[in-house]
Every structure is written in C-alpha cells, then in structure tokens.
C-alpha cells in the first residue's frame, strides 16, 4: 500500500481561500448540508492545492467554518480552475452562467462584455452568444466552444443592432426572445432581400398568425407566409444568398 495524500484536520479556517473563477456557492444546496453536517460531521475531505486554493468542496469547507467544526483536507499539488472545472462537472454540470461567471472573474473582457449584453437585452445564453457572433445555426459546437474560454464577439456594436430590431418585433410577439424565433430573425437578417420594415408592417394586421414554433425553420416558414402575404412577387426568405 502506498500513500499518496493525506487526510488532515484543522480548525485555522484562514488558511483556505477560494480558487478564482470557481462557480459561486448555491445557499439552497448549502443549506441542505449545512442541516446534514450538524446531525452527523463526516469525515469528506475537501481538495486543495499548494496554495492552500479550494478546488472541491467549498460549500462542505463553509458549512464547516459557520459550524466551527474542524476542516477536513487534503493537499494536491499543481492543482487549478481546470481541475475545479472538471471536478465540479462530474458532480452537476457547470451552466453557461457558471462559466460565464468563472471567465468574469478571471478578467476576460469577451466574457464581461458577453454578460454586460445578456444583463441589457435579456436573451437567453445561447441567444446572446448567437447574437454576439453573429451565428444563426445554433450549433452545439459553438457552446462548446464557450465553455473553453476562447469564446469571441465578431462585433459587439452589430449584435446590439440586431437585438434592438428583434425587439421591435416584440410589439406583435411576445416570444420574440424564444431561442428558435431570434435565430430564425438573424437567418433573415442575412438575407438581402428581406427588410424589417416590410415584416413589421404586415404584422400590425397579422400579428395572431405569429404563433409559437419549435424551431428555427418552422419560425421562418411562417415568418415567410405572413411576410409574402398579398405579395405579387413572393420572396423566398428560407436562403440568404
């Protein structure tokens, strides 16, 4: 048998900091703990590095201090925010906030303007990075892409453009932030031949025909029937080329 880590105990609840970047606390799941530790402390160590950082178990390490009940722990050295990632995502995954807020914190501008948009216009996440990139296929594999902390706008002054038009057609829909909806409008966008002003006119007396859908496609088929409505020359919004 080989000892590789070993479990220590202690109450100098100074000695522990949070890694940077790691997801904030969620004070339902702490207080469920909190409630389990007072009827029985067992012995679950945290994980920290040479630094003494946090990287697993920060809710167990603060109901601990709030009990002023000693501190298990045990020390790996080299550990950091990957191994926090990785380690918290095999427990419950990290959401597009989660990651939002972690690249925040560690000072990416892409990220703080990324949230800034989300907070202003009220997209969803996934919305708001289409929208930031200026990317109507919805892929997974931008998202993806996100969570890494490469994520980068391709102009933030145009995705404020298309959300404040997506918007004007919120006086006729109130779906118009449906995920498939705002991606359905930026396909449009990218056609040449649709202009807004034309669809918002006949809106204002079809506006009940706008219905939710399930997606993006079925969004610019009815979008392309209200809109080539009464229309000598019926234009084909289902390419933008």
């Known amino acids: 048998m080989k000892i590789i880590n070993q479990v220590c105990t202690t109450n100098d609840y100074k000695m522990f900091s949070k890694m940077s970047g790691n997801r904030d606390i969620n004070i339902a799941h702490k207080n469920r703990l909190k409630q389990s530790i007072k009827e029985e402390s067992l012995c679950v160590p945290i994980i920290v590095n040479e630094k003494f950082q946090i990287i697993d178990g920060q809710t167990r390490y603060e109901c601990w201090k709030e009990l002023k ?10 550990y950091g925010l990957s191994q926090v990632q990785r380690l918290n995502s095999n427990i419950r995954n990290w959401s597009l906030k989660d990651f939002t807020d972690c690249y925040c914190d560690l000072g990416n501008v892409q990220y703080i303007k990324y949230r800034a948009f989300k907070n202003q216009y009220g997209f969803d996440d996934y919305s708001s990075i289409a929208l930031l990139q200026a990317n109507h296929s919805g ?3 931008n998202f993806r892409y996100f969570r890494t902390g490469k994520f980068k706008i391709k102009s933030y002054k145009d995705a404020c453009v298309n959300a404040e038009k997506i918007m004007k057609v919120g006086e006729f829909y109130d779906g118009y932030k449906r995920r498939g909806f705002v991606f359905a409008l930026l396909h449009l966008f990218k056609n040449p031949k649709f202009s807004l002003d034309q669809l918002l006119k ?11 859908c399930t997606n993006k496609e079925q969004y610019i088929a009815l979008l392309q029937e209200i809109y080539n409505f009464k229309q000598s020359k019926k234009i084909n919004l289902l390419y933008t080329d």
């Open 69 to 78: 009940k000693p501190v298990f722990f045990t020390k790996v050295k080299g």
């Open 139 to 141: 892929s997974g594999a």
């Open 202 to 212: 006949k809106l204002t007396y079809q506006s009940r025909k706008l219905v939710d």
